[in-house]
């Protein structure tokens, strides 16, 4: 049965380009009303206004998250990037809103799940199961989750994915990227082309869930005969180009983790930052979405479902060899080999040491101090962020220092920065230090790759 509350989250998927245009094209009037309103107010106060300060408003993050909820596909998911990338420099009202997008996604009525079922499936789909539970027991940005037993007595959960959302990445990516350019978050100044199409190929490949299906299959071996880490199984039977089909896990959310003992967080966590570390260093391929939603905890083992394998990448032998580099300096104290090691990878432009070198040192030092002291790393104590943050903004007011690092650079860093917020938020304590050694002295530099 659905109660008001779930009716209200029940919004059909726009799922043409037509519909979807028009979607963002009330999107767009709508902050453009709200930037009049806010603009007509500040002026009776006598406050001086830019379009950055006008678009950024209560108002309209409200109106941008609930469009982008409808909308779902990549609309969604670039909403969902910006609040956990981008958390300590947003507005706050901005950030709380946009990280609704993570965990209220509205879902599809029967009838439009119905006929994505009836497509994938045929008419008679209902046959293949005892029962299949129309309710989704999550629902996301590219697809919901259902619950279902097959005849044979396989509990399973079902993920469909929302009709029309494969064909319209690539508008969807453009449309997004338009009103984060009037937001101010796109700056002219910056090249943005290759970061737009390295978003589009990432939505594409995680629209495949045959593809998702094999990166599921993948790591489940790779983790086989390790504890405390849980992969659903495929049924490849059921599984279609719409549809991925695999083992119901039980499992709690990551962030009820909060409420557990201090020594059962640091486990998990630890855990967590172990599987990082192997996936950038042993396995060369890396599940680059850290949304919280994607890790759930089994209160019992201890155990951490892993869920959602649509974003795995191959890992860049460059970028893992020079993590390497970097952290193996950074353990030795050695200042110029970690500038060196980062300036290699592309994680910093050779201008910014040349240009800041005092900036750049105490940035260096500040990192390097946290990583080598040789007990439990406080996730919860980010005394040292804002040090870092400011350092950098500083750095960026500099607009000749201005460019993005290598695309697969910033999907591994993606991945390790959001990790570690799920840590702040668990205020977890990891030695990360003996971890880092441990993982380091058992693997080996990856072959570079060929020229």
């Known amino acids: 049965m659905t109660d008001d509350n779930d009716r209200s989250r029940e919004r059909s998927v726009p799922s043409g380009r037509v519909s979807r245009f028009a979607s963002f094209g009330r999107l767009a009037s709508g902050v453009a009303g709200g930037m009049m309103a806010e603009g007509a107010r500040r002026l009776s106060r006598g406050e001086g206004i830019n379009a950055r300060d006008l678009i950024l408003t209560p108002g309209n993050a409200r109106r941008m998250a609930d469009r982008l909820s409808h909308l779902r596909g990549a609309a969604m998911k670039m909403g969902q990037m910006i609040s956990l990338d981008a958390g300590d420099y947003l507005p706050r009202e901005l950030s709380d809103i946009l990280a609704t997008l993570r965990d209220q996604a509205n879902f ?33 940005s590219i697809g919901q989750v259902h619950k279902a037993l097959t005849r044979d007595g396989q509990e399973l959960a079902i993920k469909v994915q929302y009709p029309g959302i494969a064909d319209s990445i690539d508008s969807d990516v453009d449309n997004v990227m338009t009103l984060l350019k009037v937001a101010g978050f796109a700056p002219p100044e910056l090249e ?7 978003a589009k190929q990432q939505l594409h490949e995680e629209a495949d869930y045959r593809r998702e299906g094999e990166q599921m299959e993948m790591y489940r071996a ?82 951490i479902v892993l869920l959602d394998f649509g974003a795995c990448r191959d890992v860049d032998p460059d970028v893992s060899n020079g993590y390497r580099k970097m952290l193996q300096a950074g353990l030795r104290g050695d200042r110029e080999d970690v500038l060196k090691a980062t300036i290699e990878s592309g994680f910093m432009m050779p201008i910014v040491a040349e240009k800041h070198p005092e900036r750049v040192n105490r940035m260096i030092d500040i990192v390097i101090n946290e990583m080598r002291e040789d007990k439990p790393f406080d996730f919860g104590d980010r005394a040292f962020i804002p040090l870092l943050r400011d350092e950098g903004f500083e750095i960026a007011k500099d607009k000749d220092t201005w460019a993005f690092p290598p695309i697969e ?3 591994v860093q993606r991945k390790v920065s959001g990790t570690a917020l799920l840590g702040a938020r668990l205020k977890a304590q990891v030695n990360i230090r003996r971890m880092t050694e441990e993982v380091l002295a058992r693997t080996e530099p990856f072959p570079a790759k060929a020229a």
Do not use: C
């Open 108 to 140: 599809m009525p029967a009838r439009q799940l119905d006929s994505v079922l009836k497509a994938e499936w045929g008419n008679e789909w209902r046959k293949q199961f005892r029962w299949f539970n129309p309710r989704p027991i999550a629902a996301a």
């Open 192 to 198: 943005i082309d290759k970061l737009l199409a390295a």
């Open 222 to 303: 790779k983790l086989a005969d390790e504890a405390g880490y849980v992969v659903p199984r495929l049924h490849r039977e059921l599984t279609r180009d719409r549809i991925l089909a695999m083992s119901f896990e039980e499992g709690s959310s990551i962030e009820d983790l909060e409420n557990e003992a201090p020594e059962r967080r640091d486990e998990i966590m630890a855990n967590l930052m172990r599987l990082v570390a192997r996936e950038l260093f042993e396995f060369g391929v890396m599940q680059t979405d850290p949304n919280f939603a994607n890790f759930r905890f089994r209160r019992d083992t201890g155990e």
């Open 409 to 411: 650079t910033l999907f």
